[in-house]
């Protein structure tokens, strides 16, 4: 079975640093892919960010980053440059490589961007 | 905007209406998933169609009836809900349903109340 952990419920940051959001996973599979998702207050779900078990540079998009550590089976999603905008609940989500894949997500980790 | 359209945004029923939730994508997508949220908690899968048939349906009450008219269209029929059905139903696509590289693109949610 796979598993996602968000240990955060929620986060504060100063408007214009940097927040890491952590999120760490459980599978037994060797090819699987890590996504992440943010939800304003709106309810609407947006794709960030994704990785791949294969790939081997962290992945990138515009302000987010994924910290891929796949030997501690970590994923965290690196925030630079925090915006007021920014604040919304931020779920961790995987699929794997197999069959019927459902998306697998975490708890989720709320995330509020101080000025 | 997104690239998933769901209509309506709202909507209010009560116990003994029949209505429908309607989404659309234009992304030649070919796996089309419905969500169900509740507040503060991730979104649950309810259901997952890939080339307009029904492959996955995670136990869900024959209260809710999903319809795939076509690759573009997915419809979730309600009919007799209960109160504790009250939440914000996701409608997702896919390019495939198998692939773990393949991110879920969401639309903005229909927030249902019944009452």
């Known amino acids: 079975a796979q598993k996602i952990t968000q240990t955060q419920p929620g986060m504060f940051v100063q408007e214009k640093e940097a927040v890491t959001l952590d999120c760490t996973y459980d599978t037994s599979d060797q090819s699987y892919g890590l996504f992440w998702y943010k939800q304003p207050s709106s309810g609407e779900m947006i794709f960030l960010i994704y990785q791949g078990s294969y790939d081997e540079q962290n992945a990138t998009e515009g302000r987010y980053s994924l910290n891929f550590q796949k030997a501690r089976k970590s994923a965290n999603l690196v925030i630079s440059a925090s915006q007021l905008g920014d604040s919304a609940m931020y779920f961790c989500?995987?699929?794997?490589?197999?069959?019927?894949?459902?998306?697998?997500f975490g708890k989720g980790t709320r995330l509020s961007v101080i000025a | 905007d997104t690239e998933v359209t769901q209509t309506p945004k709202h909507l209010v029923m009560g116990m003994t209406n029949k209505k429908s939730l309607k989404c659309e994508q234009h992304m030649g997508h070919r796996a089309m998933y419905w969500y169900k949220q509740k507040a503060k908690k991730p979104p649950e899968l309810m259901f997952v169609y890939s080339y307009e048939k029904l492959s996955i349906n995670e136990s869900v009450p024959s209260r809710f009836s999903p319809e795939c008219p076509n690759s573009s269209l997915l419809n979730l029929h309600l009919h007799a809900l209960q109160p504790e059905d009250s939440a914000l139903y996701l409608c997702a696509s896919s390019q495939d349903q198998g692939g773990y590289n393949s991110p879920l693109h969401f639309g903005n949610g229909t927030r249902l109340t019944v009452t």
């Open positions: 989500a995987m699929r794997r490589n197999s069959g019927n894949t459902p998306l697998v």
